[in-house]
């Protein structure tokens, strides 16, 4: 059986999101693809090489999955905002990949310069700039009291990004910060919608 490029960057995700850069082996991904270290080689010349094509692929299946700022839509009304604010929480809880990245970026901030700047753009900025661009589009629907977009975007976002990291670290409590998530949503419509 041929293994493919794809399937050895999403072994490499994988492993590199359990042990980190350094306690990652090359044969620890061959290992878990069924193949010989010899087989990896013929794709990648080496473990750093490995390392930026994984990194590379990442951030195309998360750009291809959460898509760019420019395409968030704009809700009609709170209801919506609510539906859109706990489809892409459900989404980056649950979907593989992006939880490996998240685990991989925590991991390895830290170790390298380019790992700290994707952790910086995931945990803050994206998220920051997402919600900023919906605030200021409510405001104009008349949805939301007039006030800074980016000052609320923060005020609105660093919660559920340190509640989606607790449920990182703890996810058999996942319900209760679900509902947690769910009760910040609420109280933040109560205090910013207009009336």
């Known amino acids: ?9 999403n072994a490499a995700l994988t492993v590199f999101a359990q042990k980190g850069y350094e306690g990652a082996l090359l044969r ?5 693809l069924g193949i010989t270290k010899p087989a990896l080689y013929k794709h990648f010349e080496s473990k750093e090489a490995l390392w930026n094509a994984m990194i590379d692929s990442a951030q195309r299946y998360y750009s291809e999955h959460i898509g760019l700022v420019s395409d968030i839509p704009i809700p009609d009304d709170w209801g919506e ?24 970026l925590m991991k390895e901030q830290f ?3 380019r790992i700290g700047t994707l952790a910086t753009r995931h945990f ?23 006030s800074d977009p980016a000052l609320l975007a923060f ?27 769910e009760a910040h949503i609420r109280q933040f419509t109560v205090d910013h919608k207009t009336t």
């Open 1 to 9: 059986m041929k293994t493919t490029k794809e399937e050895i960057l």
């Open 28 to 32: 620890d991904i061959s290992a878990s």
């Open 81 to 104: 905002f609510r539906e859109l604010s706990l489809r892409q929480i459900n989404f980056t809880l649950h979907d593989k990949t992006v939880r490996c990245v998240r685990r991989l």
């Open 111 to 113: 170790r390298d310069e």
């Open 124 to 146: 803050v900025t994206d998220i920051e700039e997402r919600f900023t661009k919906v605030f200021a589009g409510m405001m104009e629907k008349g949805l939301v009291k007039s």
């Open 155 to 181: 005020e609105y976002t660093a919660p559920v990004t340190v509640m989606i990291h607790y449920c990182d670290r703890e996810p058999d409590k996942e319900p209760e910060i679900i509902k947690k998530i």
